[in-house]
């Protein structure tokens, strides 16, 4: 071999040599950071179970708040991305590591928390490992789809034209609205009446499928049921539900007035099946004015519309608000009377009557004829 060919040789050979300490240094320091990762952890466990009563949750300033919204199905992969996004986190490796040491992976609540950039990691996770932000909303019943709709713009839940377009427009797959007839509003008496919890931005769809939801739940196989035996639809059994509950101040008369209705509509005589009912005048008004009148006159019962039962026979087209159950289990199940005739008494209660010139004489009595 040449000495160039020995020179080239040893050349290669102290290369190789020279690479070691590199390698040695590169190991000790992957060394030192798992370690120190190791001893964070420990730390980090270690503190937290020395601390197993958490404190309440901070107040956070006005000012300072942001909020931030956990999308439904989201994993804490990428809700941790998302922070990391949206400013609120600096280190995701360090916040995903605590994340899982601490058992905060899979606890984060879906919808939104009022958090803050200047929160630690710890407590940031607890945030969104709890409750949501949510807003409270009463729809008693009663309430026409309109008034229900101003109830949620005014708790700052929806838009007014988007909510119609979507309730009047959109396709919800629920038994109680096959069949239902083209109308002006489309889920009149069937946004169920009752408290709710909503998330700041749920948006429109989910609130009304919520509603319905509740509907459905409520309007049990046994209503269907019943509704088949008595010979009326789902729709027919809520418009007369909802007639119920605006002639009904007091929940006792419920059934009686119900009653009252089902003979009307069950009479062969077409004066008897109108069914009379001031409150369908005042369905009337209240879309077109936007408010009920104090009292109607005679003149009000000769509107010509298909709500004025004065005016037609049998039910109106729709429902006239959203009624309560009691209300729909009164439709269901009127009481078994004689009455053809109600008038109010001015105290939320009612006198019945069989025939017309009993009415008539309940109507002096309580001043209904002046």
Known sequence: MSEAGIGMSKTKKTKKKNKWP?????????????????????????????????????????????????????????????????????NTFMFKMMSKINGYDGTYKSGTHNVSKDLDYDTLMRILSSDPVTVKVLIPEG???????????????????????????????YKFLKGIPDREYALEGYLFPDTYKFDKKVGEKAIINRMLDRFNEIFTQEFYDRAKAIGMTTDQVIILASIIEKESGDPADRRIISGVFHNRL????????????????????????????????????????????????????????????????????????????FVSKGDGTHEFSTTLSQHQAAVRKYGWDK
């Open 266 to 341: 069950k009479s062969r005589d077409p004066y008897m099946r109108k069914l009379q009912s001031d409150t369908t005048i005042q369905y009337y008004y209240l879309n077109k004015d936007g408010k009920v009148k104090p009292r109607l006159t005679k003149e009000d019962t000769k509107i010509l519309d298909p709500y004025n039962t004065y005016q037609i026979e049998g039910l109106p087209p729709g429902p006239i608000c959203c009624p309560s159950k009691d209300a729909i289990e009164a439709a269901l199940e009127p009481a078994k009377t004689n009455y053809y005739y």
């Open 143 to 173: 309430l026409t789809f309109k008034e229900v709709r101003d109830r949620l713009f005014k708790a700052n839940l929806i838009d007014k034209t988007l909510f119609e377009k979507i309730a009047n427009q959109g396709k919800y797959d």
């Open 22 to 90: 590199l390698r040695i240094v590169t190991l000790l320091f992957l060394i030192s950071v798992f370690l120190g990762c190791a001893v964070f952890s420990y730390n980090y466990v270690i503190s937290n179970q020395n601390n197993n009563v958490e404190g309440p949750l901070p107040t956070i300033e006005e000012s300072q708040k942001v909020e931030f919204a956990i999308p439904n199905g989201a994993t804490s992969a990428e809700i941790i991305d998302k922070l990391a996004e949206e400013g609120l986190i600096r």
